[in-house]
């Protein structure tokens, strides 16, 4: 089977870091809000390894607490 690639199938990585630092921040946000620590670390885990598959940095959100979680 001949796979095509449309314009539409192709991402920025610049993209794909935007959307996983949304996920994080929305991560921390909700997870301040219910208070659970082993959801928002596993969560933030499971994030972290996916911007390793692309070879992506990521960012603490600003609305982390310092030293809270990430270095």
Same mark, same amino acid.
């Given at each position: 089977m001949?796979?095509?690639?449309?314009?539409?199938?192709?991402?920025?990585?610049?993209?794909i870091?935007?959307?996983?630092? !949304?996920?994080? =921040? *929305?991560?921390?946000? +909700?997870?301040?809000?219910?208070?659970? #620590?082993?959801?928002?670390?596993? %969560?933030?885990?499971?994030? !972290?390894?996916? =911007? *390793?598959a692309?070879? +992506?940095?990521?960012?603490?959100?600003? #609305?982390?607490?310092?030293?809270? %979680?990430?270095?």
């Amino acid at each position: 089977m001949k796979q095509s690639i449309r314009g539409s199938d192709v991402f920025v990585k610049e993209d794909i870091r935007s959307v996983l630092q !949304a996920l994080l =921040a *929305t991560n921390e946000t +909700i997870g301040q809000m219910v208070g659970v #620590v082993e959801y928002r670390k596993g %969560f933030a885990s499971a994030i !972290a390894a996916v =911007a *390793t598959a692309f070879d +992506i940095k990521l960012q603490r959100p600003d #609305v982390f607490r310092e030293g809270e %979680f990430y270095e």
